[in-house]
């Protein structure tokens, strides 16, 4: 059973940047795809981005945040990081960490991810 926590939201103004972490027990992150997902109110879960366990560990990004968000992990920390830059109101959302072993198919839906964090709540405004 692998449990994931984060951390690290709060409130930011446009323009400006967040880190958020992902720390893990019970489970090596090296041994899971690491996804990051979002659901604003009243909106679908969506994806964010994920580091795959396989293919060279290569990492995915949705469009809407390719170029702003960077995804990192410390394996001695276990522990994956979501760094935000450049961040606007439409980034405010509740974030989660999640774990899993689906197929590249699955990487970005998240009936891909067995293990999921209670989420931090990240919000943009001025």
């Known amino acids: 059973q692998v449990q994931l926590v984060e951390s690290g939201g709060g409130l930011v103004q446009p323009g400006g940047s967040l880190r958020l972490s992902c720390a893990a027990s019970?489970?090596?992150?090296?041994?899971?795809?690491m996804g990051w997902f979002r659901q604003a109110p009243g909106k679908e879960r969506e994806f964010v981005g994920a580091?795959?366990?396989?293919?060279?560990?290569?990492?995915h990004y949705a469009d809407s945040v390719k170029g702003r968000f960077t995804i990192s992990r410390d394996n001695a920390k276990n522990t994956v990081y979501l760094q935000m830059n450049n961040l606007n109101p439409e980034d405010t959302a509740l974030y989660y960490c999640?774990?899993?072993?689906?197929?590249?198919?699955?990487?970005?839906?998240?009936?891909?991810?067995?293990?999921w964090g209670q989420g931090t709540q990240v919000t943009v405004s001025s």
């Open positions: 999640a774990a899993g072993r689906s197929l590249l198919s699955q990487l970005r839906t998240p009936t891909g991810y067995k293990y």
């Open positions: 580091v795959r366990r396989l293919g060279g560990n290569t990492y």
């Open positions: 019970g489970g090596a992150v090296t041994q899971y795809n």
